[in-house]
Each structure stands twice: as C-alpha cells, then as structure tokens.
C-alpha cells in the first residue's frame, strides 16, 4: 500500500529558531500534498495545500511567511515552521494525493511530527 | 462552510460489545466520506472510504454507512476487542472541481475495557 512517511518524528527547538519538516511519499508520486495541524482533543486543520512546482495554497489566517511550504519534487514537500514560538507547539500531519489516478479519491497520511518550542 | 461533528466525544464499552459511532456535516455536496483510525501520537490510518453515491462500506468488523441527504454517517464496530481502542476520525470530502481538501470532525474517543 502507499506509504508517507514525514521526518523528524518528534523536534524539540528553542524560541526563534526555524525547524523544517520533511513529507515523503515512498511508493508512490504525489502531485499534491497536504498539510494539517492538529491541537489536542481538535480536528485537524488543514494549513495549507502544497502542490509539485507551484506555490502552495494557505487557508485562511495560516501565515504563509512563517510556514514556509516547498513541494520541489513529486514525492517530497516540506514545511518550515520559521522563527517558533511556544504557540506554534503542535501536532503536525502532512498527506499525500496519489497521482495515478485510480485512487483519485484516498489521501494517504504520514505518522505526524510532534513540535514543542520551549 | 462545512462541518462536522461527531458524536460521542467519547465513548467506554466491555470487550465484546457492538457499538455505534455517529458523525453529521453541515453540506451534502460531498464527494465522499472517511473514517479513519487514530493512535495517540500517532498518524491517520484510513478505515473506510464511502463515495457520496454509495450507502455503505464494510471491512471486516467495521460497516460504515452514509446518508447523504441527511448529513450523517455511522460507524458500526461489531465485537469490540481491547485493541480498537483509539480515536475515530471522520471526514468529508466537499465536492468542486479540484478539489481535495478534507473536513474532519474532532473525533470519537473509544476505549474498549477488557
């Protein structure tokens, strides 16, 4: 079956630093990726949606210069969380479209990377 | 704007019981709806996936059904076992032209005592 995978699982940084967090698609090209975020006991929210080799697309009220998303390849997107502060701490989850056509309609979602800003 | 909600927030049953889980959305223009499963700290694993024409999906255990004029969705867990424990998710898929994005609920916490 088709695997994401994101990395690090779990990043613990200092306020005002930048941390990047890497959505891979392992067996399977991925035209679009998307990204959520998920408080405790919340939905999740989707953030932003990443698509190969244009920019990404942010809801409503996520700053698109502190989550910086680069989509540069069909089985990798990244996002940067930049200059982290306590509030940003989250649960972030990234997933990924297959491109193939037969499963249009499934996003396959990665493991999550836990980010705590101290 | 979509929503959805589901219900219980949580939900406590012995081992070996059926249960139900219930989720509703706001907009029938839907594409199709999800239910995944999720671990704490863990990712989203997809359970089943129903399209908007469709009424039902089963998985061995697990029968999801979907009533899209109504905006509601249940899930069915038949025999309940200690490892179903997690939490549910459910989400739509709003239909439009290229569009993928999904709504989730906040999720149905279940805890299946031995």
């Known amino acids: 079956g088709a695997v994401v995978s994101q990395h690090p699982s779990r990043v613990i940084c200092k306020s005002g630093t930048s941390v990047k967090i890497e959505c891979r698609s392992l067996d399977f090209q991925a035209t679009t990726m998307f990204w959520y975020r998920q408080f405790p006991k919340k939905s999740l929210m989707l953030m932003a949606t990443?698509?190969?080799?244009?920019?990404?697309?942010?809801e409503q009220g996520v700053e698109k210069d502190k989550f910086l998303i680069n989509h540069a390849s069909l089985t990798l997107s990244t996002l940067t969380v930049t200059s982290a502060h306590p509030e940003d701490s989250s649960f972030y989850i990234c997933?990924?479209?297959?491109?193939?056509?037969?499963?249009?309609?499934?996003?396959?979602f990665g493991p999550g990377t836990r980010l705590t800003v101290l | 704007k979509q929503e959805v909600t589901q219900i219980p927030a949580a939900l406590s049953v012995p081992e070996g019981e059926n249960l139900v889980l219930n989720c509703s959305f706001t907009?029938?223009?839907?594409?199709?709806l999800q239910w995944f499963r999720q671990d704490p700290g863990k990712g989203l694993t997809s359970l089943l996936l129903i399209q908007s024409s469709q009424r039902e999906q089963t998985s061995g255990r697990l029968n999801a059904s979907l009533d899209k004029s109504s905006g509601r969705s249940t899930l069915y867990i038949a025999a309940s076992q200690p490892g179903d424990s997690a939490t549910y998710l459910c989400a739509v898929q709003n239909s439009g032209a290229g569009s993928y994005q999904l709504t989730f609920g906040k999720g149905t916490k279940l805890s299946v005592i031995p």
């Open positions: 907009d029938s223009a839907i594409y199709n």
């Open positions: 997933s990924a479209r297959d491109r193939r056509g037969y499963s249009t309609d499934t996003q396959y």
């Open positions: 990443s698509n190969e080799g244009s920019k990404a697309t942010y």
